[in-house]
T-cell receptor, first 109, second 115 residues
């Protein structure tokens, strides 16, 4: 079966760095997405990786290793507004998005 | 504002009621989606429409009935639901379905409670 694994919950301190991991087993690979979802709001697009390596976008970076079936989202200089759920999703060979259950990130002062 | 608008934001309905969820996208996209989001579970894809044609029905019970009159509007008709159907229903859109890099854009969701 197809599977996306990510930690259920993580806690970090304001101003620090946190890494949210995502491992996947899918039938084929056509890209990996990270979304942010604040409580009661729509998921919003953060990043897309289709080739191995690191994609940097401001305070957020996303890394992909296709051979390991592994990605991480790196958040630097954490702010209180970064408290949210972070969703990892992979497009399989049929271009269907397979979603993880999300990681709830709690930022403490 | 994501360009995808859902109404109502909150809905409480009895098990014998008939109601509908509405979604409208202002992004000029050709694909629209219904997802179900339950607590601590992955997003569940329910239905996909690409150029107004239904291309995906993920074994969704017939008490959920989608309608896509044009590429900007999507409805989810609800009838004789069960309490376990209580969840957040998310509408989304993308340029089209069969493209690896297509980003999908979500609406704010409709919180459904079945009593």
């Amino acid at each position: 079966g197809q599977n996306i694994d990510q930690p259920t919950e993580m806690t970090a301190t304001e101003g620090a760095i946190v890494q949210i991991n995502c491992t996947y087993q899918t039938s084929g690979f056509n890209g990996l997405f990270w979304y942010q979802q604040h409580a009661g709001e729509a998921p919003t697009f953060l990043s897309y990786n289709v080739l191995d390596g690191l994609e940097e976008k401001g305070r957020f970076s996303s890394f992909l290793s296709r051979s390991k079936g592994y990605s991480y989202l790196l958040l630097k200089e954490l702010q209180m507004k970064d408290s949210a759920s972070y969703l990892c999703a992979v497009k399989d060979s049929n271009y269907q998005l397979i979603w993880g259950a999300g990681t709830k990130l709690i930022i403490k002062p | 504002e994501t360009g995808v608008t859902q109404t109502p934001r909150h809905l409480v309905m009895g098990m014998t009621n008939k109601k509908s969820l509405k979604c409208e996208q202002h992004l000029g996209h050709n694909a629209m989606y219904w997802y179900k989001q339950s607590a601590k579970k992955p997003l569940e894809l329910m239905f996909v429409y690409n150029f107004k044609e239904q291309t995906e029905n993920n074994s969704v019970p017939s008490r959920f009935s989608p309608e896509c009159p044009n590429s900007s509007h999507l409805f989810l008709h609800l009838h004789t639901l069960q309490p376990e159907d209580s969840a957040l229903y998310l509408c989304a859109s993308s340029q089209e379905t069969a493209d690896s890099g297509n980003t999908i854009y979500f609406g704010e969701g409709s919180w459904l409670t079945v009593v």
